[in-house]
Nanobody, 117 residues
Framework: QVQLVESGGGLVQPGGSLRLSCAAS????????MSWYRQAPGKERELVAIIFSAGGSTNYADSVKGRFTISRDNAKNTVYLQMNNLKPEDTAVYFCNARSPGVLPCWGKGTLVTVSS
């Protein structure tokens, strides 16, 4: 059974940094494209960053380009999201997603990030 567990959320002041982690189990990690999504109160869930299984290329939402970095450690079955220069509008629950061709996507339960002074 695939399981994704996020950690690293919390309260941070504007301009601060956080690093989120997502530990995956029950899957062949290298076969999965990993993503971070977020959902702010009253808004739809949106894609923040993605790192592909093949080659490790990445892509980002325009709103986080230059501030967030997604990376993966295949030896640890973990994907990270380094978030710098955080803004109040980054406040949301951040979810980890794993997908691979032919299988249902898997979601973590999320970790809350609050950016406030």
């Amino acid at each position: 059974q695939v399981q994704l567990v996020e950690s690293g959320g919390g309260l941070v002041q504007p301009g601060g940094s956080l690093r989120l982690s997502c530990a995956a189990s029950g899957l062949i990690f290298t076969r999965y494209t990993m993503s971070w999504y977020r959902q702010a109160p009253g808004k739809e869930r949106e894609l923040v960053a993605i790192i592909f299984s093949a080659g490790g290329s990445t892509n980002y939402a325009d709103s986080v380009k230059g501030r967030f970095t997604i990376s993966r450690d295949n030896a640890k079955n973990t994907v990270y999201l380094q978030m710098n220069n955080l803004k109040p509008e980054d406040t949301a629950v951040y979810f980890c997603n794993a997908r691979s061709p032919g299988v249902l996507p898997c979601w973590g339960k999320g970790t809350l990030v609050t950016v406030s002074s």
